[in-house]
């Protein structure tokens, strides 16, 4: 086992504890009220970082190069006004319930994401990474596009709200939505990207999941199943979440696939942001859809997400073999 990566006791140690704290903390009224909702999300960072640091192994939130020459301040005020740029322009427009969601423990999430993605691009080039942020983007997009155009979801594509919360139904009347698609979308991808990297990146990929030149499909399946019982155990304590428990878990087999081809958590992040902000905005965007039902998943959105996670997990297994590095 190499020196940077946990013992597999060390993981499924990681792995009870943030299941346990997630419910115990989500049980306790008093932290709950406090700090928000994202309370069980914000435990997942914060074991990863004292179970790794604990244990004299790095975060490796940033990829080991290509270093640049010298650190690029530029590069770091740039992302940090391009994180900031998106939330502060898109925020108004989106429902209170959606806005909500940054509460004081995600929006300290959101500024330590931010952080980190921005050193990671002044310390590492980003130029090798591109086309892997690219085909993040593209394939977390796929599951709720082929939902809008092939499904329809809960309404048919006609009955979305596409650019602003106005639409026409199908029978001809005009209908309202709790928000635009894509102003929701721009929205939520910055926020997701930024907390997700500190949170789920971190915990489900660097702890669970270990190097991603080590480790094979195994480990990303059962970084999955961890995932899953996560999900469940949010969906159970009341906590709104931008897919349903399954197809979360496919997501996080996916992004878990990412982050073994790419190697960057970055890239893993970047589709864990997209592919829970495309779905959520979906839901927001459908007529007469709460933001915070449980909308029907269309059966298009499940194929393509178990195709490509079937695919994405072949790949793997190709590179790395089924157990990896074990």
Known sequence: MSQRDLPIWARGTAAGLVLFAAWWLLSTDVLRNTVGESLGILCLGVISVFILRGMHL???????????????????????????????????????????????????LVVIGAVFWGFAFGFVKQR???????????????????????????????????????????NGANEGCQA?????????????????????????????????????????????VVALAWFALLAWSDVSISESVILGALGALIAGCFYVLSGSLLVSALYSAVFSAGHWSLQLSQVGVAPG???????SSWVVTLVIGTVMAALVVKRNGLLGDW
């Open 58 to 108: 790095p975060l490796s939130v940033w990829s080991d190069g290509p270093w640049r020459a010298r650190f690029s301040t530029v590069a770091v005020i740039s992302v940090a006004a391009a994180f900031a740029g998106l939330i502060v322009i898109s925020g108004p427009s989106q429902p209170p319930p959606l806005v909500a969601r940054l509460d004081p423990g995600m929006v300290a």
């Open 128 to 170: 090798s990474f591109l086309p892997w942020y690219v085909l993040a983007v593209v394939i977390a997009l796929l599951p709720p596009v082929a939902s809008l155009t092939l499904a329809g979801g809960t309404a048919g594509a006609s009955d979305a709200c596409i650019w602003s919360t106005g639409a026409v139904s199908q």
């Open 180 to 224: 635009a698609m894509l102003p929701s979308l721009l929205f939520l991808v910055p926020v997701g990207a930024a907390a997700k990297l500190v949170t789920e990146e971190l915990t489900f990929r660097r702890v669970l999941i270990g190097q991603p030149d080590k480790a094979g499909l195994v480990q990303v399946v059962g970084s999955s």
């Open 293 to 299: 039902a449980e909308a029907m998943v269309p059966a």
